[in-house]
């Protein structure tokens, strides 16, 4: 079966740096995604890796390794604002996204 | 921009009920997707359409049926609605052809089945 996995819950203090990880075991592989999502809110797009490597995005960076079928996020200087889940998602060999169950980021001042 | 449009925001629904939830975009995106959200848990796929006229199921489509008949809308119908309903429903879309194009959500609806 095809499988996402994120930790349920993470705590980092406010100005540090916290980095959330993402293992997949999937049928095929077209792509992987971050999306934050604010409670009572829709997902919102952070990122998008095909290729291994870093890329970085202001605060927010996303690694994606294909070989390793592992990803992370890394966010800086962290802002209470950034208290949210955070979703990793890969797109398969039939481009259908498989979802994780999200990872509760809980910021502290 | 109005985007990714999906009413209604709230509803209860008692045992057996039907109800529509409606879905528009207004971006020109031929993919168009149902989610549905538990608590804490991942986005799991009802149905999908790539384009006016064609529908597909999705992981979990039992209960709900879908339509595409323009591009700009695909509502998801309830029949018969059930307590294992109760989540918060995700319209979404995405154009064709770019794999890594960003998929735009609906701001959710919340639906209560009693």
């Known amino acids: 079966g095809q499988n996402i996995d994120q930790p349920t819950e993470m705590t980092a203090t406010e100005g540090a740096i916290v980095q959330i990880n993402c293992t997949y075991q999937t049928s095929g592989f077209n792509g992987l995604f971050w999306y934050q999502q604010h409670a009572g809110e829709a997902p919102t797009f952070l990122s998008y890796n095909v290729l291994d490597g870093l890329e970085e995005k202001g605060r927010f960076s996303s690694f994606l390794s294909r070989s390793k079928g592992y990803s992370y996020l890394l966010l800086k200087e962290l802002q209470m604002k950034d208290s949210a889940s955070y979703l990793c998602?890969?797109?398969?060999?039939?481009?259908?996204?498989?979802w994780g169950a999200g990872t509760k980021l809980i910021i502290k001042p | 921009n109005a985007g990714v449009t999906q009413t209604p925001k709230f509803r209860i629904l008692k045992i057996g009920q039907s109800m529509t939830l409606q879905c528009t975009q207004d971006m020109n995106h031929n993919y168009m997707y149902w989610y549905r959200q538990d608590p804490g848990m991942g986005l799991k796929l009802i149905y999908y359409?790539?384009?006016?006229?064609?529908?597909d199921k999705g992981e979990v489509p039992n209960g709900y049926n879908v339509s595409r008949s323009t591009t700009e809308d695909f509502p998801l119908r309830l029949e018969l609605a059930a307590p294992s309903q109760t989540s918060v429903y995700f319209c979404?879309?995405?154009?064709?052809?770019?794999?890594?194009?960003?998929?735009?959500f609906g701001e959710g609806s919340w639906l209560t089945v009693v």
């Open positions: 998602a890969v797109k398969d060999s039939n481009y259908q996204l498989i």
């Open positions: 979404a879309s995405q154009i064709l052809g770019d794999s890594g194009n960003t998929i735009y």
């Open positions: 359409s790539v384009g006016a006229g064609i529908t």
